[in-house]
């Protein structure tokens, strides 16, 4: 199953499937090319995993985490499949990061791995932007992971049952491929990050979990076109400006 979010012509904001090209909503049918797709999910929460593969950890220098490397991006975060994004002024590097994303589908905590999987709605792509010049110089990276409009995802959501756990992870910057791995290559599954998320907070419906990146993260260019492509799961696609 495919789920959509989206607006239609009238201005209303309706959920659906796709289905043989087309939207169902309702009893409705819907041409996707004629109305607005948004973010699958107005999360309550965004929930991050750095340091999730290997190659990525080697990359960046930094030890092997014995647990989930946990940090949040707030709502303000989130942008859409198709949207042009503008950067933060001043920066010498905003990254891109691309990610598996995981979208609950019902309250959760407290959850064991072996029963996390009944309560994720499905999978979906996202690109973690990340402000390094910041990043860099604070604890709680606020400045490097919060500012506006810096999780881009979508901008389906497919239900996990329909996604392979060998599915390919690739990012192109500009048509170049620039991140090229496998989710199965997480070194904390799926299951075992919503076992460790949940004990320490509730999961809402709605909520996202960027599952951590691997290697190839690189700046963003002014004029940049960057698509996160996650096999089974669908393509996200933004546009970059530098003010």
């Known amino acids: 199953m495919k789920y959509v979010r989206f607006e239609d012509n009238s201005g209303a904001v309706q959920e659906g499937v796709i289905m043989e090209g087309e939207i169902k909503a309702g009893s409705r049918l819907y041409d996707p090319s004629d109305v607005s797709i948004l973010p699958p999910t107005r999360p309550s929460k965004i ?24 940090f949040l ?38 959850i064991s791995a072996g029963e996390a999987m009944q309560y994720v709605k499905g999978f979906t792509c996202v690109n973690d932007l990340s402000n390094r010049d910041d990043q860099r110089i604070e604890q709680n990276w606020v400045r490097g992971k919060s500012f506006d409009k810096a999780c881009p995802f979508g901008p389906y959501v497919v239900s996990a ?45 709605g909520d996202l979990i960027a599952t951590g990146t691997p290697s190839g993260v690189g700046p963003i260019k002014d004029k940049d076109v960057i698509e996160v492509y996650i096999e089974g799961v669908c393509t996200l696609r933004n546009w970059f400006r530098i003010p």
Not at 86 to 96: A, N, S, V, Y
Not at 167 to 192: C, H, R, W, Y
């Open 161 to 205: 049952k329909d996604v392979d756990e060998h599915a390919k992870i690739t990012l192109k910057q500009n048509g170049k491929v620039m991140q090229s791995s496998s989710i199965d290559q997480m070194l904390f599954s799926v299951p075992e990050l919503i076992a460790e998320i949940t004990k320490y907070m509730t999961l809402e419906a």
């Open 73 to 110: 991006k707030t709502p303000n975060t989130v942008a859409s499949h198709e949207e042009t994004i503008t950067l933060l002024p001043g920066k010498e590097r905003i990254d891109f990061e691309a990610e598996l994303g995981v979208v609950i589908g019902k309250r959760c905590r407290n």
């Open 47 to 70: 929930v991050c995993v750095g340091l999730n593969y290997q190659d990525h950890i080697e990359e960046t220098g930094r030890k092997t985490p014995e647990r989930p490397a946990l």
